[in-house]
């Protein structure tokens, strides 16, 4: 009996266009295809050898959940029109999905970041490594969607790309220095959203003001200014980190910033103080931040510190559990298109509550055992 879950993949891809022109030549079915690939990577596959080989290997597996009127396809067919499908396309597919089997919730904390694809990365074409900026849900673990940065570009222009196709009401936007630009939080806001956003040297003038803003407080020349405070403190393998956030929402204190007129409903700043002690030594390092949201530190430190969950639980993971750094599909839409597919996975793993383990031996897990691969594929569903 056909498993649900692969019907719902079909129905949320089925608009995907077949890149393919002569539709007498077509032998293996776009969306068989596209399930298989799903799968193969759920279980390890990390090109498109391994996809065909875990094709043979399940056969009879698959065979009864798709059509497979030609059987299964070759590495060099999965190659060629991977390579030809269109990645926009395939990335708008991708992200309908997570927005129909996801919510996001108010407050709930939405980190943008990018990605180099260095395996992308072609001395003998002179190709740039692919750039890929991502949207990050925090509390369910799941990439909400991503978009390519154009060649000899930055991630500015892309990041209010992405955020437009994006379902973001009520959540916090988070991301790096990259990322704060008054276009992306405009963006932000219109998707009824607020946004923490990193505030560095790109801000010159209103890193600076605000920075002095803050010195001018630590050193008491602005007693009266009403602040919010916050602390958490965190020590595992020998070293104790401890962070302290002062907020500031005073309108009289943060009009006269330089910059800060550009950035629409800049409604608090703030400073986060890191400290460091291991091995005996201690280091202490300060950031800033603007923000939409009003001043409640704890709020703002909770937003800062998740943010970091694009790297240790998606961007980590898929270095080291997909292999991503080290991948060599490099033709056509190939390496955009692979990377969709090791999101789509990560996304159904990181979902599989029953097992207690890392996303590398979930992996194998359903490598192993076709029920657990079953259940990993009915997660999101």
Known sequence: MPDKSITSIEVHF??????????????????????????????GADNWVAVESFGH?????LSGLLKLPNGIPSHDTFSRVFG??????????????IKQVIEVTDGQVVAIDGKHLRGSYDTATDQSAIRLVSAWASAPSVTLGQLKVAESSNEIPTMPQLLELLTLSGCIVTTDAMGCHPQIAQQIVDCDADYVLALKANQGQLHEDVKLLFDGIAD?????????TAQTIDGDHGRIETRMAISVADPALIAPLRGSETFVNLNSVVKITAQREHNGQTTIKSRYYISSLPSDATQLLNAIRTHWSIENSCHWVLDVAFNEDGCRIRKENGTQNFAILRRIALNLLK??????????????????????LTTVLATLF
Not at 14 to 43: E, G
Not at 57 to 61: D, F, I, L, Q, T
Not at 85 to 94: P, Q
Not at 351 to 372: N, S
Request: glycine share 2%; with cysteine.
């Open 57 to 61: 290997a399940k056969s009879k597996w």
């Open 84 to 97: 030809l499908l269109d990645s926009v396309d395939f990335e708008h597919c991708f992200i309908n999905w």
């Open 220 to 228: 008491n020349q602005l007693s009266d200014v009403q602040t919010d």
């Open 351 to 372: 979902g599989e509550p029953t097992a207690k383990v890392g996303v590398a031996t979930k992996r194998l897990k359903a490598a192993w055992d076709t029920d657990y």
């Open 14 to 43: 089925s608009d995907l266009p077949d890149p393919r022109t002569d539709k007498s030549r077509i032998r293996h079915k776009l969306m068989d295809m596209i399930v298989i690939a799903i799968c193969a990577v759920i279980c």
